[in-house]
């Protein structure tokens, strides 16, 4: 099978004023339909830039992502809101929800966007599905402030997923959650992965949330420094992960 | 010191939107230093109009009659206890003859000419030589001109000068030179002073234009006013004191300053609004900053000062610019002032007091905006800087309740800087229109979000999504809306409540004219037409005319007081029912004006008079004769004259006794369904008779129309108030986008378009302006009912004034969709990386 998702040689440089800083040096990586993939490495080590350019956020400064097939890295701005609203679905570490809309309507967002009517149909039994996926149902009413901050992130992870992106992309969900609601996060996506067959890239510093995933890049300073190959695994230990990241030197 | 620069670096930090507010102070300095150039320049031109027309004189007795006040008079004057000095002039205007050095004899402009009798003149008046020598005797012949005219036609020491007077020219040498224009009113610089007797001989007069008198220490003008009113019996006159003099010429210049003021203070106020709102913004972004500074150690008061510093920097700079545009502002004034009241305020002097007075108050309002915003910058507690977002809500509470102290406070610099000229009542006036506006802003918060909701559900048919966030955007600082709402409702209720009270006005004028006038077309002359003429005959000949009646204007004097007349034939208005008798009998008292002997009064002169039905007036005929007319009726509105409503008298007396020679005005009223073939015909044998036939309503529109341009310069005023308001949503809505930036973000990764974010801010301006609209009319119906009703024209048959609801609303869409364009571009470009940045 094609991969789904692939990075050829990516640069990514900032400029600021006079100086300028590099945070991706050339990156290559291939992502397999369905495959669950974490992306590893320190603070500043280029994780985020590298996930933004995967998802059309941002181009990259030479080389090329190819989505689909189709390479995404020059969109014009038009179509890659239009790649963002149908076949990817990010989740950010915080502030993902509007504050001034309920969890049901914010999870209807992508569709809202796009002008359509959600009170019916085929899109709301989608909706009616996520809430499930991530459970939340009975909570459709209330206001993100009304939630906890792993139930927040939960009703992120359901936005991402309505659409039944062919990616869902995600930088740090757990990073500010404790270990057991991380650990329920993660649960949610490892079922949409593992039970829907969903395409997940994950970006993280957590060995336990990396452990989750069939593969992990190690990124370091713009380069991927290692590639972690631990198969699908139910009971997501991190014990392998950690011994060979302590063999690299992490 | 380092704070300080911090204050200035914050500012500098948010260019825009210093500059906006920065902009706004000084539209409202502008406007302020402009209208108090105005009225102290209208001040100056009474001081000075006054002097010229009666120098130190304390009374002046004028002649009513063409041939002027005869010896008798002036004798009889003289003679009156209490009187020191009384010095006769005569003033005419005519022209020169060529002067001797100038080769061509080419027309030239008019000259005032003045005889004076020099030693008594010269007790009363100033005369400042530049060169030459003065007028000694009443019989030399010998001339003093204005340096002015000296330029203008070539005159020197010594010229010869030859006045054109009724027969042959008179010859005089000029032996002195005025400085300047010279101290006679009207003439525009062009004067020439002459002995008496000579300018007597000139143009061929038995008497003298005017007295002017001097009083004796310790005598009351009043006195001496009543004991000329038993002694001059024989002959009209008109007298006239520099203390009249003064307060009529301010009483005709007061509703204009006082509304200038007003509109003025409003502008004010409104960029207090926006001072307040964008220094509470500006804390609140720096809030953080803040926290931080009171961590490391800085004090609250050095927190406040620091607001405070920023505040003042944009005080001064406003403030200053402001004065600028106040220039600008002022002389693009004073020229409307000229053409609207007639009168010749110049503005274009520069007044020092009104400067500084404008800059310390553009000042003061900065600072007490800043008042508030620097007090929750104080209470911001170090803790603040730790926390990761931002969501103060010690900055977003209470900012309503200051505002009624910036109210007190704009109130209170208002009336210390209020003309002394517009008067207690235009204050009370402009209290009491603030305090609706005040009322109205504090109110905005509550109607706020239902009004919003309903009146933008026709938006969310179209774009629900955005609607919905935009509505949530304003409903998330209520009272950062509240203020900026508020300034735009102000605005939008002083065009509205201005073009009430000039659609009233119109409507009072035009039912005035309706209520006096019998007929549906004037025909007027520029000649009297006696009553032996034919034409009366051929136009109530004409198929489809009911009636022809005629009307005569003139003067009349009274008890030394100056009085517009008009000649009615009372059958006539009683057969068509005009007027309306305040009282007196109507029927008997316009069949008495037929008979003769008799007098109808508007209710302005009766009360001037003190006279009621049944009292005699007892006029002075010249020649010493006089007639007696007795008051049989006070209506409420007369026959509009020069210069004030007229007293009516029958024709028998008019043509008889006081000589008026004919009419110079026919009303024609038509058959009821008389076509316009009528009309047309009526307007043929007017043309053929050397008449202008005009349809009533032509001569209602024109006075309308002189209203008109009086609440142009008003309406002008309150678009700049609109201009502010504008400026305070730029402010907001960038504001808006700078705190969404986050949420913006996350919408564009979940795929909104670019266009849609923009479309966001639309709305929300939209909805602003929806909103603003609506609440401007109302307020501006408010505040109109306030206006007309302390001006007692409040009346049900005003109608509304739709035409300014309809230029508010356009206004109110506008405005802020204009103001829209930067924020909403500023929302398209958020850059979906940076705004991801955890911040
Ligand atoms: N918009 C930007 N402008 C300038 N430099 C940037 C920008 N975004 C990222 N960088 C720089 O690029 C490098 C990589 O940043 P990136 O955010 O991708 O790191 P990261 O691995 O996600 O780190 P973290 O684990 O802290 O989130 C850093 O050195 C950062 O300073
Ligand atoms: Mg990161």
Redesign the interface.
Known sequence: MPPILEAHDLTKRFELGESSVEALKGVSLAVQPGEFVALMGPSGSGKSTLL?LL?G??QPTTGAVVFEGEDISHLS??DA??L???RT??V??????????NVRENIA??F???GQDTSRGELRDRIREVITLVELEGKERHRPDQLSAGEQQRVAVA??LVTRPSVLLADEPTGNLDYTTGGELLDALWKSCDGAGQTVVLVTHDARAAAYADRVFVIRDGRIRDEIDLGRRPDHSAAPLIARLAQVGL | MGLDRLAWRILAARPLRTLLTTLGVALGVGVLSSSLAMSAGIEAAVDRTVRDVVGSADLRVAAFLEGGLSEATVEAIRMTDGIEVAAPSIERRTFLGAPVTSAGAEAREAVTVVGIEPVAWSRLHELELVAGARLARIDEPSALITESLAEADGYILGSELRIQGHDQPTTLRVIGIIAGPGPVAGAAGRAVIVPVDVARSAFGLEGVTRVDIGLADGVSARDVAERLAERLTLEPYVLSSPADLAEGLRASTADFQATTALVAAIVLFVGSFLIVNTLSMTVGERAREVGLLRAAGATRAQVVRFVLAGALVIGIAGSAFGLVLGLLLGSLMAGSVRALTGFPAEVSSLNAGSLAVAFLVGVAITIAGAVEPAIQAARISPVEALRA?LDLPATRRARLGWLALVFVAVAILALLAWPPAAGATGADRALGVYAVLLAATLATPFVLPPLARILGSPLAAFV??EE??AR?SLARDRSRTALTLGALVVGLAMIVALGWTAQAARNAATAWLADVVPGDEVVTSIRPIGPGEAIRGQLAAIEGVRSVTPIATFDLAIRGLRFDAAAIVGADFLADGRLTFIDGERAAALRALDVGGAAILPLPAAERLGLGVGDTISLALGAGTTLDLRVVGVVERSIPGDGGEAILVGWRDASGPIGVPGADVFAVRFEDGAGPAAREALETAARDAALEANPLSRVQGAVTDALGRVFGLFDALALVAVLVAALGIVNTLAMGVVERV??IG?????????R?ASRMVVVEATILGLVGAVLGAVVGLGVGAVLLFLSGGLVASAGLPWASIAIAAVLGLAGPAIAAWYPSRLASRVS??RA?K?E
């Open positions: 933004q998802g956020l941002d701005d038009d809101t239009r963002r609203r149908e679905g990010f950010f570490q915080a502030f993902n929800l509007i504050p001034l809309l967002l992508p809202t966007i796009a936005r991402a | 977002r629900r999504l919905r966030l949530g986050h949420e996350v919408l564009r990764a979940i795929g909104m378009t670019r849609q979906i990386v991801l955890f």
